[in-house]
């Protein structure tokens, strides 16, 4: 089982639905989770970070579910501009980006 | 969120030749990375820069083959040397920045390099 898994998609969603994707990982040791946005040729570039509790940041909204092993990214209101690679990011020894793991991501296509 | 620069955003080398990238970073960290990232696939980490210590590199990254200095907390290069094609790809600098409860990691804009 791979480390960090994602549905690669692509996700085909029309302007102002809501769309959601989860993503799985293997290491139950794992502490922090993240989810970045990556456009095309460009650089990562952190959405939000993924608390126990859950978290909310206007349209985005990212839950953790430790018993199954998965987090999932929720986007309400979907704009042309969501379009974009998701990333998930897992972080499995305390602290240090070397414990870091990236999934390959899930290609998101926002349509008019 | 942080600013982190990198030069040259891109670059066109030939085989056999070498290529230094530069990453600045705009304020103070304690943790530096740099990343590979093909075309398609998730980011691979290179190595840890470490301040006043030699990097240390992932399996399958060697010192002599991606040389990395770190000569202060804001600085750091990454040199790609002997290239051949199989070299070519973005190369990302990252660094961790501590926001107290938690540490959140941000990326450099990267550097496209094509070994020809």
């Known amino acids: 089982r791979k480390e960090v898994e994602q549905d690669p998609g692509p996700f085909n969603v029309p302007e102002g639905a809501t769309v959601a994707f989860n993503c799985t990982y293997s290491?139950?040791?794992?502490?922090?989770f993240f989810w970045y946005r990556q456009d095309c040729r460009k650089e990562p570039k952190l959405l939000m970070s993924?608390?126990?509790s859950g978290n909310e940041d206007g349209r985005f909204t990212a839950q953790l579910n430790r018993a199954s092993q998965y987090i999932s990214l929720l986007i309400r209101d979907s704009k042309l501009s969501d379009s974009a690679t998701y990333l998930c990011?897992?972080?499995?020894?305390?602290?240090?980006?070397?414990?870091?793991?990236f999934g390959k991501g899930t290609h998101l296509i926002i349509q008019p | 969120s942080a600013v982190i620069s990198q030069k040259p955003s891109r670059d066109i080398c030939q085989r056999g030749t070498s290529l230094t990238i530069q990453c600045q970073v705009d304020?103070?960290?304690?943790?530096m990375f740099w990343y590979r990232q093909q075309p398609g696939q998730s980011l691979t980490l290179i190595a840890t820069?470490?301040?006043?210590?030699?990097?240390?590199?992932e399996s399958g990254f060697v010192i002599d083959k991606f040389p990395i200095s770190r000569p202060n907390l804001t600085f750091s290069t990454l040199t790609v040397s002997n290239m051949s094609p199989e070299d070519s790809s973005i190369y990302l600098c990252?660094?961790?920045?501590?926001?107290?409860?938690?540490?959140?990691?941000?990326f450099g804009p990267g550097t496209r390099l094509t070994v020809t």
């Open positions: 990252s660094a961790i920045f501590d926001r107290g409860l938690s540490y959140e990691q941000y």
């Open positions: 290491n139950s040791a794992s502490q922090s």
């Open positions: 993924v608390y126990s």
């Open positions: 990011v897992v972080n499995s020894v305390g602290g240090g980006a070397d414990g870091l793991t």
């Open positions: 304020s103070q960290v304690t943790m």
């Open positions: 820069a470490n301040q006043g210590s030699e990097a240390t590199y």
